[in-house]
């Protein structure tokens, strides 16, 4: 099988300048003694450092760093070897001057991106890439003598290096120097530690026991990069140097003479060596450290060596004893930590001496210290022995809330928003190097940023894994054996979640159970805590998942993609639709990627796009407009499906979009299908459309609505029914009960809905039954069914859809305003607190809002002025932003009323003019409402005229409507004002008749304030 990878690798690139001058002085024959010179420098030089020669044109050479296993220091290497090459030149140069009186000077370029390694096996080039030109660009850029590194190299390296910056190209970067020894990228320890208490306790404890002359004790610290190992065990030994010598070594990823290079650290350390120090000072001090010991002569002599201070040859039993001897005799002077950090690297032999000096030093206060990532126990299966004063520690990511505390520590000057906190904290799932390395880019590239001394954050879907930590994670990737690999890379496709059986069918290995088992030791899944039955697993880390993902080529992942979407669908079988958003989900990958490599598959696209179109309807149909909006949208934006059954789609979008409160993208989409019906001579879609369009436009314009609803609905009905299209035919008369009902014409709205509820029973579609009954609700409440009745009435419609939240939501709601009205208050609190968490949840943002309207009105009733103003405002605002005017009108009006109660006059006229501009003629409702609220505040001011116009032409409104509740409420106001303009016959009599109204609603609670007020001005009178 030939292995083709999408990697992040380095790419250097150099030449030598003026070359062709050098031919022109030299003969043909020195001029290739010379190139062969350089040659075998620049090949060295990458070597050494673990890159790999491509290729030498002429005088150029072209090396890649990460082929074919990536390191997460690939950047650093190559720029440690650029630098090396740019040094031995210098060096090459005098014997070039001497032998033939010329100078070379080396132009380097190098740089970092996204390339396809080939399979070396086969000869093809080591990579492809657009980071091979941009290399080669910056190489020309290069003045002679300078190395250019470009953006992403600099994001790679930048805490090892030193730099200036260039005017062309403006994102590169010239190289002046590489600090020697430094990581590429500087761990910060400037915020505080963040908890860990429960490691760091048994940490200190194995310190205090030892301290106390108890025996030596080896502990190792196990865990994956970045989670924190060396911050931990730094604490420890801060700490620990109060009381005792402290010594520190770590291993190196590569180079040569790298064996003992920890011990050599430990030994200066320990005998204040320094660069300037002469050998064979530093062995006299060596001997001076074990002057307790009756051989220190020879133990001084076997360090030095071992160290690189002498030639002497040294076996390695001799080294270990001296380590061994030298260790003993600190020991015995002050108690001694030792710690050995990035054990993983670390050569076979230096692990034995590690292991040896664990064994063999108990009789001394002394404590070994070691951290390894988890490969370490891939070399050595039984690191650290069975010996009980061995102890290993893992540790694990930090939780949530110690991640929120480690963003708020690292953003030091500024709040985070919560949001910001919660969703940064999920990126790096507990990882605090991944957080760190996060952030930093976050705030680079502006996602991340202050607003008003507060981190907001921007939009998290485009943040791309920080190039270090794919570094990191595709240097581990790469050193699973091949098996284990395709495993991962499969895996990948299918999801951050993903169970055995369809990664067995995907892959066809027999030995799958033990990969899996391997990664899961490997700690790059793990068995997911929540699943049953089938075990089902997942990636340790997102970016695991995702660096997998993007390391296989796109043909082998769309393939991936189509391979899978086609097993669920054959194991569902029958159940498919359970499935259907992650079968619609891979082919759209599917198709996407190939596309990407322009093999544009229609085939796919357009099953793709059923699949997802089925799956948004159904979500629709359950009530879940985000998700349906997602899918719809997703599903029109592929290529190649049939025009009519996209037109069909793009009504379901645009009815998801409503839903959702997105009015002007609803229209948008229908402005578009209707054009598209249109020109497809498609005279039912054409209908359908129109209905739809209309009953959108009584939210955003209402005032143009009126008449229009009417005709369009008549004439679409025409047509539908010459198509029996009952899905339609539905539609159309729902629009027509709509336009009863927002006249408060609920008899008229009833005789709609009847021929509305059989064609939708004929179509079998819940989406608009579930509608009906929503509207069957609406009219129980404003219409002439009293009270009770309308209560029992919700609660049956309610129980005829159980599984309909939205539905359940509405009856809810309608419910609460009901039992206001019978003074049941605490009940009304709890139903509409209850409909509002569900259309929340939902996201139903309209529907909330107008819920929230018939809430503000129940508090009203409750004379919680407060809580009506709280309910109506947050409705208000909702329904202004979502463009709905219908509703807006309607709950200015109410909001006005709530704020003359409260005292707030000028507010509350303010809002009465927001409703009268936005009622349609049509909206009973509305225009009865601002009138009345106008017309107490003109009484309050002794405008008595105006106000006896107003709450006239209200009564006269409302006379028209069969909405006994509008009724009553016109005929009480017309009574109060009236009564303030002394006509107090004609008060009595509508105040009269306003208990009547109420009373046949069975609203107590209007009815009583009615009868108060009638009381309270004609003692005499009997209601
Ligand atoms: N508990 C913590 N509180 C605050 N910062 C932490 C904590 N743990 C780790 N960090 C920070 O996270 C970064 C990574 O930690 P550290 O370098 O210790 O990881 P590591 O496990 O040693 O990784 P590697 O295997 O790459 O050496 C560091 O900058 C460190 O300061
Ligand atoms: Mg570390």
Redesign the pocket.
Request: proline share 6%; charged share 30%.
């Given at each position: 099988m030939t292995r083709v990878t999408r990697k992040t690798v380095t790419v250097l690139f150099c030449d030598w300048v003026g070359s062709t001058a050098l031919g022109e002085v030299l003969d043909a024959e020195s001029v290739r003694g010379v190139q062969d010179a350089f040659a075998a420098e620049a090949s060295g030089a990458v070597e050494r450092h673990g890159g790999a020669v491509e290729k030498f044109i002429g005088d150029a050479m072209m090396a890649v760093f990460g082929v074919p296993l990536a390191h997460e220091d690939d950047a650093l290497r190559a720029v440690r070897a650029a630098v090396e090459l740019r040094d031995a030149v210098a060096a090459l140069n005098v014997r070039l001057e001497r032998q033939y009186g010329v100078r070379l000077a080396v132009r380097t370029g190098v740089s970092s991106g996204e390339a396809v390694a080939g399979d070396p096996t086969t000869g093809q080039a080591l990579i492809t890439g657009d980071v091979v030109n941009s290399a080669q660009w910056l190489e020309e850029a290069a003045g002679a003598g300078e190395i250019l590194i470009g953006e992403i190299t600099y994001r790679l390296v930048r805490d090892a290096v030193v730099v200036e910056s260039v005017e062309e190209p403006a994102s590169a970067r010239r190289l002046l120097g590489v600090l020697t020894e430094a990581p590429a990228f500087v761990?910060?320890?400037d915020?505080?530690?963040?908890?860990?208490e429960r490691e760091l306790g048994p940490l200190r404890a194995s310190f205090e026991r030892v301290r106390g002359a108890g025996p030596g004790h080896f502990v190792t610290v196990f865990?994956?990069?970045?989670?924190?190992?060396?911050?931990?065990v730094n604490e420890l030994l801060v700490q620990a140097a109060e009381h005792a010598t402290v010594l520190e070594g770590r291993c190196l990823p590569y180079g040569e003479g790298i064996t003992f290079f920890p011990l050599r650290s430990v030994v200066r350390q320990a005998a204040a060596i320094d660069a300037e120090t002469p050998p064979e000072a530093a062995r006299s001090r060596i001997a001076e450290l074990v002057a307790d010991d009756p051989s220190a002569a020879t133990v001084a002599d076997h360090l030095a060596a071992t160290v690189g201070f002498s030639d002497a040859p040294v076996s390695t039993e001799e080294t270990f004893w001296a380590v061994r001897r030298l260790l003993e005799s600190l020991a015995r002077q002050r108690p001694l930590v030792l710690s050995f950090?990035?054990l993983q690297w670390a050569e076979e032999t230096f692990l034995d001496l590690v292991e040896y000096l664990g064994e063999q030093t108990r009789e001394v206060p002394f404590l070994l210290v070691c951290?390894a990532?988890p490969e370490l126990l891939d070399e050595r299966p039984t690191w650290g022995g069975e010996d009980p004063s061995t102890a290993w520690l893992r540790?694990e990511p930090?939780s949530p809330a110690d991640s929120e505390e480690?963003i708020d520590?690292l953003l030091a000057e500024g709040e985070v928003a919560e949001d910001a906190k919660r969703a940064l904290a999920e990126a790096a799932e507990g990882n605090?190097?991944y957080l760190?390395e996060i952030l930093g880019m976050l705030v680079d590239d502006g996602t991340l940023r202050q607003e008003d001394g507060r981190w907001r954050i921007g939009d998290l879907l485009s943040v791309r894994v920080p190039p270090t930590i794919e570094a990191?994670i595709a240097a581990r990737l790469d050193r699973l054996p091949p098996e284990e690999r395709s495993v991962v890379d499969t895996a990948a496709v299918m999801g951050k979640w993903f169970r055995g059986r369809g990664l067995a069918e995907l892959t066809g290995d027999p030995a799958l159970p033990a990969r899996l088992d391997a990664l899961t030791r490997k700690e790059l899944i793990r068995l997911e805590p929540r699943s049953w039955g089938e075990p089902a697993y997942e990636f340790r880390h997102i970016l695991i998942q995702d660096v997998a993902y993007r390391s296989l080529p796109k043909g082998r992942r769309a393939d991936v993609h189509e391979r899978f979407a086609l097993w669920v669908t054959e194991t569902y079988g029958a159940r498919v639709r359970e499935v259907e958003e992650i079968v619609g989900y891979h082919l759209e990958q599917a198709y996407r990627t190939r596309a990407e490599l322009g093999r544009d598959d229609l085939r796919l696209a357009v099953r793709a796009a059923s699949v997802l179109a089925s799956a948004g309807r159904r979500a629709l149909n359950r009530g879940d407009a985000p998700a349906a909006t997602n899918l719809l949208q997703r599903s029109v934006a592929l290529p190649g499906a049939d025009a009519h059954a996209r037109l069909g789609r793009m009504l379901d979008l645009a009815r998801a979009l409503r839903e959702r409160g997105d009015l002007g993208g609803a229209e948008n989409v229908l402005e578009e299908a209707k054009a598209a019906a249109a020109e497809l001579e498609d005279r039912r879609l054409e209908a359908r459309m129109s209905v739809e369009r209309c009953y959108l436009r009584f939210f955003t314009d209402p005032r143009a609505w009126t008449e229009e609803a009417l005709r369009t609905a008549d004439g679409a009905i025409e047509t539908l029914e010459e198509f029996g299209d009952d899905v339609g035919l539905a539609d159309a008369w729902i629009l027509v009960a709509l336009y009863e009902y927002a006249r408060c014409r609920i008899a008229e709205m009833e005789r709609a809905l009847d021929p509305a509820l059989r064609h939708a029973r004929r179509a079998g579609d819940p989406r608009q039954i579930s509608t009906l009954r929503n509207a069957m609700t609406r009219a129980a409440l404003v219409g002439p069914t009293p009270v009770e009745r309308a209560i029992a009435r919700c609660v049956e419609i309610a129980s005829e859809q159980p599984q309909d939240r939205s539905l359940e939501a509405v009856t809810l709601g309608v419910r609460a305003l009901l039992e206001a009205m019978r003074g049941q208050f605490e009940e009304a609190r709890l139903l509409y607190g209850r409909s509002h968490s569900i259309l929340d949840e939902l996201g139903q943002y309209r529907l909330l809002a107008a819920m929230r309207t018939y809430a503000g009105t129940a508090e009203l009733l409750a004379a919680d002025w407060l809580a009506a103003e709280r309910e109506l405002r947050a409705s208000a605002d909702a329904l202004g932003e979502i463009g709905d005017q219908a509703n807006l009108s309607t709950t200015t009006a109410y909001l006005a009323d709530a704020l003359e109660r409260l005292g707030r006059d000028d507010e509350a006229f303010e809002l009465t003019l927001v409703s009268e501009e936005t009622a349609s003629e049509q909206d009973a409702a509305s225009q009865v409402l601002w009138r009345l609220a106008r017309a107490s505040l003109h009484a309050k001011r002794g405008q008595l005229a105006e106000a006896q116009a107003l709450a006239l032409d209200a009564d006269r409104l409302a006379a028209e409507t069969d909405a006994l509740n509008l009724q009553g409420d016109a005929a009480l106001r017309l009574g109060e004002v009236l009564l303030a303009s002394a006509l107090r016959d004609e008060a009595a009599a509508a105040m009269q008749r306003a208990v009547e109204r109420y009373e046949a609603k069975g609203n107590l609670v209007s009815a009583a304030a009615a009868r108060r007020a009638l009381a309270s001005s004609f003692p005499g009178a009997r209601a």
């Open positions: 761990r910060r320890l915020a505080p530690l963040v908890d860990r865990g994956t990069a970045g989670v924190g190992k060396s911050r931990l950090d990035d951290m990532r540790l930090l480690l520590n605090p190097l760190e990191l």
